[in-house]
């Protein structure tokens, strides 16, 4: 078990937003009477972490609010691997035991499955990932010892080979839904009555 307040959050949020089409960023989307990227900062804000980071692009979202510490990632291009390392960076300096990656575009996830995540994690080795009960992805932890591997992570791999390496938590497939495609953000928003969701279709 590693105890939040041992770890920095790393809400990865710099995405490009390719597969959205001409919407600027897609966590500036309303869902559910906010912003999508602002759901899981939102659920995981009374969680006792020992720093909040959020690795932003162009997206609009007010993480400060939220108590975020903001990391730009300017070269968002160079893919998922440079936003890790940059949160990572902050968590070492920090003295962090562990870091907790989530996505911005993940608006389901629930602070009780991150705590679920942290009692799975052993030690300054572990690597614990979710899972839908088919395949690993985030949100994880990772433990110090895995940090410098996290820093030379490149492109959008995203520490994916050491993810299902690791140890897997299996929880409700609907908390890990993420959100790539406009397709995608609808089917969401009607999976849960969402009132964009009955705007929308009355504005066809």
């Known amino acids: 078990m590693i105890a939040a307040g041992d770890c920095v959050l790393i809400l990865l949020a710099a995405g490009r937003s390719r597969r959205m089409g001409d919407v600027g960023s897609k966590l500036d989307e309303p ?27 162009q997206a609009n ?17 160079l893919g998922m691997g440079r936003s890790v390392a940059l949160g990572v960076d902050c968590a070492r300096a920090r003295g962090a035991k562990a870091v907790v990656v989530a996505l911005a575009d993940m608006p389901r996830v629930t602070a009780t499955h991150i705590y679920t995540l ?32 996290l820093l030379q992570l490149e492109g959008d791999a995203g520490g994916r080979d050491m993810v299902r390496a690791g140890k897997h938590v299996v929880t409700n497939p609907a908390e890990l839904i993420d959100v790539d495609t406009p397709e ?21």
Request: net charge negative; charged share 25%.
């Open 31 to 57: 869902f559910l009477g906010r912003p999508l990227g602002l759901h899981v900062a939102v659920a995981l804000e009374d969680m006792p972490f020992m720093e909040r980071v959020a690795v932003v692009g």
């Open 61 to 77: 979202c007010d993480y400060a609010a939220h108590g975020y510490t903001l990391v730009h990632n300017d070269d968002p291009q």
């Open 118 to 149: 942290l009692d799975a994690a052993e030690g300054e080795d572990a690597v614990v990932a979710s899972s839908d009960g088919r395949s690993p992805k985030p949100p994880a932890v990772f433990g110090r010892a895995r940090f410098d591997a």
């Open 184 to 204: 995608e953000l609808e089917r969401l928003r009607q999976l849960v009555n969402a009132p964009e969701a009955y705007t929308r279709r009355r504005q066809i």
